[in-house]
């Protein structure tokens, strides 16, 4: 099976050159949360494939989680985070990330962020699936993303050692004898640039474009997983990916979330016939775990041969709920939708993903000079399923560690870069046109269907089958823009999520195998690991080794 090293070609003599102390490759929380903790001393180049306003982060609806009332505790936010994760989750992560949540979140007021407040000029504090408490902190409504991201852009943006290249595209990652030392980065005004870092930060968030239905931009094509892996990383938990159970379905429509905090508001889910069923399903009716409130609508959907069901509101007070989601309001009002009077058609979507490349407590890497932050990790925090608006907590944890650790591990190395001999030459091209588009969309279509909310050995055999044949073909090339390279990472990391998903023979969290149902704590309470070898196919001959979960 065609695994290259390098997607693109590159010689030494032929390409720029960029010098930097650190690198850090993603303009997201995670990615501006770990620029933010370099030393200012220190030179930094923050590369994102878009703007900095297209991530994952910039679209958060619900909020961050964090304890900060006084009849909260942190023993309760650990409990929760743990009880969602599938008993998967790393104890010893959980407790330090809910620790620091407030100082963290801190940070973020220091730096502008404005979060909504009663009347009593206390924090509007928020519920949502899987939280004992009032424990979500919001701004502006349901935009907690786009104003966290505007202050911390802000702030990144006048820091005097930070240079900042958006609409860059990180092609590989560069690295010698197994040390990371840069990237390959492609811009449509520079071409490439080989960018050489003494340390690199990777915080490429998510991979929601493996699958047709998802809240992801368009950005979020699991580009750093992908390189990740061709440079060596270990990745892990790839199975895992949740699904978010309220997606908005309107035909021709974009897939716009609709944030958790409705039903944590009051609002109740329905089927077509305004039959409110999640207490068939969970005693924690619509504040289930997502996981299982995600089930629960296929379910439904499946016993009603429904494409949805449906969130309302009605019940509640109209103006409230106006002032509390004015986000969510105007997207629905587009459609002829008054979100005060009228159900709101919603089903899951690919969301969040909680494997990726393994991080330690600081966000190391496995291979040296390669740190990660954020949705781009597994950093054990999530288990099998993450907990309601745990994920912009993780990206300011790992995000403040990681640049911390990044910037001490760069101070120690000398200046005199040397520029290793690193090469990629051209190969011979067919001659024959791809429609790299209808590829993508094929791909994310079979995702969606067979390694989706449900799974199967059939079917995941099936996809596995698919992909296979598309990278014959597809690997190989060498193409000139991100829209080739972005396909063959997704083809890589979709061929990875398959495999995993097929080696767990057990259901859990988010992982749902409807020919084994249970979960097999005896035998599937460890992680499945993947790591490139040289040499052997993806998922052939070499079978994933395991880790086992001995800290929960």
Known sequence: MPNPRYLAPFHPKQTPHFFTDVLVIGGGLAGLRATNAIDPKQSVLVVTKDVLTQSNSQYAQGGIAGVLSADDRFEDHIEDTLIAGGALCDQAVVDRVVREAPRRIMELIQWGAQFDKNDADQFALGREGGHRQ??????????????????????TRNLPNVQIWERAFTVDLLSHQDVCSGALVWSESHGKTMVWAKQTILCTGGAGQLYRETTNPVVATADGQAIAYRAGAELRDMEFMQFHPTVLYIAGSSRSLITEALRGEGAWLVDQRGYRFMADYD??????????????????MEKTRHP???LDLSHLQADHVRQRFPGINATCAKFGIDITRDKIPVRPGAHYM??????????????????AAGEVTSSGLHGANRLASNSLLEGLVYGAHAGAGASAAAAKIQEDFVVKPLANP???????????????????SLMWRLAGVRRSADGLAEAAESIDRWRRYVGPRQFNDPAGWELQNMLLVAKIVVSAAAQRQESRGVHMRTDVPATDDAHWRRRILFQRKDGLPLGGEHPAPTEGIDSV
């Open 283 to 300: 005693a924690r009716l619509e504040l289930a775990p997502r996981d299982i409130v995600s089930q629960a609508i296929v379910s439904q």
């Open 426 to 444: 051209p190969q011979e091209q067919p001659d024959e046109v791809l429609d790299v588009g209808d590829i993508r969309n094929s791909l994310q």
């Open 308 to 310: 949805n069901v449906y």
């Open 134 to 155: 009032n424990r979500i902190l919001h701004a502006l409504g349901d935009a907690t993303g786009r104003e966290i991201m505007r202050a911390v852009v802000q702030w």
């Open 354 to 371: 909680i494997g990726g490349v393994t991080v330690d407590s600081e966000g190391r890497t496995s291979v040296e000079g390669l740190w």
